[in-house]
């Protein structure tokens, strides 16, 4: 049988849902052993401190090179006041081409002119003050050599508390490579956009990643649109059907 078009959008919706969440999957092995090694320390009465994390690193790293170019950069992010012995932290790992991975070093200096604040960011925040995961961008991150990237962040966990965010930073290029073949099935002009109108994956070059197409998130005729159903975004397939829009 073959798919109306109306079929055709729902599946794509439906692809780019199964890619987000193939994301927190892999996510999942970390998010759970931090949290046990959080809880465990909890119940012997301690607060745990940087080398705690540390000992997460096999774990953190696993992903860079199990799933090749699809991940840049994994870790765990924790919440002042968290550690004994460090006011903010996070134990973070990107990928160096064909070296081994190396730690993301930023400046957590509250005084300093510098001084990354962590908490304000919004892949923090929304895993923080609405307890769900969350995808950030795309946008430039300077801290992965200029790389277009999705931020994606769950809550941690640890004795009922919320103690930091898990994530990954997935480069758009590598997504892109998971959604492209459901949208190049759709035929004519079709992009994957955020809520804030930009532009995350097109099966055409009319559409840049990162591009605001807010005529389209607006538009109320000449498109075709699809919610992608998954918790952790406010994204739409959005095919073009006429050139009403432009």
């Known amino acids: ?10 599946q794509c919706s439906e692809s780019i849902r199964e890619a987000v969440e193939s994301v927190f999957s892999a996510l999942a092995v970390l998010e759970s052993e931090a949290s046990e090694r959080l809880n465990a320390i909890g119940r012997k009465g301690r607060r745990p401190g940087t080398s705690d994390l540390a000992a997460l690193q096999p774990t953190i790293q696993a992903p860079l090179s199990e799933q090749g170019d699809r991940f840049n950069g994994t870790g765990v992010v924790m919440a002042p006041d968290v550690l004994a012995d460090a006011a903010c932290h996070l134990e973070w790992w990107q990928r160096t081409g064909g070296q081994r991975p190396r730690p993301l070093r930023l400046n957590l200096d509250p005084q300093s002119e510098s001084f990354y604040d962590y908490t304000l960011k919004p892949w923090f925040v929304t895993p923080r003050d609405e307890g769900h995961g969350t995808v950030m961008g795309p946008y430039v991150d300077l801290h992965c050599a200029g790389l277009y990237i999705l931020t994606f962040t769950r809550p941690l966990t640890a004795n009922g508390e919320f103690v930091g965010v898990v994530g990954a930073d997935v480069p758009v290029a590598a997504f892109e490579q998971l959604v492209a073949p459901s949208l190049k099935h759709l035929g004519g002009e079709a992009v994957v956009i955020t809520s804030e109108a930009q532009v995350l994956a097109a099966n055409t070059p009319t559409w840049a990643v990162g591009e605001r197409a807010r005529e389209l998130l607006d538009a109320e005729a000449g498109v075709e649109r699809e919610a992608v159903r ?3 975004v406010h994204w739409s397939v959005i095919r073009v059907e006429s050139s009403a829009v432009g």
């Open 230 to 232: 998954a918790p952790e």
């Open 1 to 10: 049988m073959t798919s109306t078009p109306a079929t055709g959008i729902v």
